[in-house]
């Protein structure tokens, strides 16, 4: 059963760790899912012990998740960055790319525990390695796909964090790759 905690307010006897960090309303980022957007905080009771959970819906896959307050991190939901650090993550992929392992089941198992890192900056280094990857060989299919998979990422953080419209921000992308 959920309640809503704008209904009944939170518990004061709660510990730090349970009381949320996010705001309704606010854009986060859920690693491999995209931006998403608080739509609620709410109680549920597990194991006769009332547990605090985000209501988190995600446009890109248009998916809605509840993740318990108290494992939001580890399970690596974070704030949007800053305008400076989307700039910055812009600018790594005009940055000389380096080339790495030809194994592709190598080189694809990394490119995964990139993006699951959750960074913006580990992102935008999958997209530059994948981006340059396929104009020498085209890139196998699941490759492919995780590559489709990180440019969606950083165009949809890259677009809340800079406010401006995810096509602009994928010339951008693109233009940077291309120098």
């Not at 600018?91 to 995964?112: F, L, T």
């Not at 677009?159 to 992308?173: A, F, N, Q, W």
């Amino acid at each position: 059963m959920l309640v809503s905690t704008l209904k009944f307010g939170y518990n004061n006897d709660m510990n730090s760790e349970t009381k949320p960090q996010f705001q309704i309303g606010e854009h986060v980022v859920y690693p491999l899912q995209g931006v998403g957007v608080i739509k609620d905080i709410r109680e549920r009771v597990v194991r006769n012990e009332p547990v605090m959970y985000y209501v988190i819906y995600i446009d890109m896959s248009d998916m809605t998740v509840s993740i318990p307050v108290q494992k939001v991190s580890e399970s690596g939901v974070r704030a949007i960055v800053s305008n400076g650090d989307a700039m910055k993550a812009l600018e790594s992929i005009s940055s000389k790319y380096e080339p790495v392992s030809v194994d592709w089941k190598a080189r694809y198992q990394m490119n995964v525990d990139l993006i699951k890192e959750g960074s913006i900056f580990s992102i935008a280094k999958v997209v530059q390695g994948l981006y340059h990857r396929s104009k020498v060989k085209e890139l196998p299919v699941q490759e492919r796909k995780l590559y489709d998979n990180a440019l969606s990422l950083l165009i949809d953080e890259c677009s809340y964090s800079l406010g401006k419209d995810k096509k602009e921000i994928e010339k951008t992308i693109f233009s940077h790759l291309e120098k």
